[in-house]
T-cell receptor, first 114, second 113 residues
Framework: GAGVSQSPSNKVTEKGKDVELRCDPI?????LYWYRQSLGQGLEFLIY????????KSGLPSDRFSAERTGGSVSTLTIQRTQQEDSAVYLC????????????FGPGTRLTVL | KQEVTQIPAALSVPEGENLVLNCSFT??????LQWFRQDPGKGLTSLLL?????REQTSGRLNASLDKSSGRSTLYIAASQPGDSATYLC????????????FGTGTRLTVIP
């Protein structure tokens, strides 16, 4: 079956512009995560959605970052007024949130802010 | 805050050799521990998941162990192959809240033909 998909695969933008990154989770997965992988920083958690509950935004680095999940499926991560330090690979993962909660990752979106 | 460390950062071995990758974590109150493989420019592929109540999991040539009391996990790769070359990441899932993963910085493995 289809895995987690993300678009675009690459995004180059100018400093100060807004960007939107999209994630399509595995069908039926109720939990969705966004992570960021920066050079020298490793992978860090950004935000978590579980069903219809309020998202856990505790990992968002600033108020320029926001995310939505419409209809419990597709999610969009928005970065406003991008800065060079936002350059990273943004990874999305989904899980059934059951006993094992195994997370399955998409291929990521590589964001470059010039 | 959970901190996950992986040693070594990089490892080169000749083809056919058995090897062990190490992962340590500071908070033993984890929900599970997951090992991933990441190829250059690609996303993460889940290899093994060990629940907090388990001590090990096996898949083919891979075996992962978990010792919560000492805060350690190991990934054993038997009879390594050049196709095993990749970065291996371990991640501990926290027990409460977002259940997000805390990742180590990875071990870059190169298997030399």
């Amino acid at each position: 079956g289809a895995g987690v998909s993300q678009s675009p695969s690459n995004k180059v933008t100018e400093k100060g512009k807004d960007v939107e990154l999209r994630c399509d989770p595995i069908s039926g997965h109720t939990a969705l995560y966004w992570y960021r992988q920066s050079l020298g920083q490793g992978l860090e958690f950004l935000i978590y959605f579980q069903g219809n509950s309020a998202p856990d935004k505790s990992g968002l680095p600033s108020d320029r970052f926001s995310a939505e999940r419409t209809g419990g499926s597709v999610s969009t991560l928005t970065i406003q007024r991008t800065q060079q330090e936002d350059s990273a690979v943004y990874l999305c993962a989904s899980s059934l949130a059951g006993l094992t909660n195994e997370q399955f990752f998409g291929p990521g979106t590589r964001l470059t802010v010039l | 805050k959970q901190e996950v460390t992986q040693i070594p950062a990089a490892l080169s071995v000749p083809e056919g050799e058995n090897l062990v990758l190490n992962c340590s974590f500071t908070d033993s109150a984890i929900y599970n521990l997951q090992w991933f493989r990441q190829d250059p420019g690609k996303g993460l592929t889940s290899l093994l998941l060990i629940q907090s109540s388990q001590r090990e999991q096996t898949s083919g040539r891979l075996n992962a162990s978990l010792d919560k009391s000492s805060g350690r996990s190991t990934l054993y790769i038997a009879a390594s192959q050049p196709g095993d070359s990749a970065t291996y990441l371990c991640a501990a899932e926290r027990r409460t809240g977002a259940n997000n993963l805390f990742f180590g910085t990875g071990t870059r493995l190169t298997v030399i033909p």
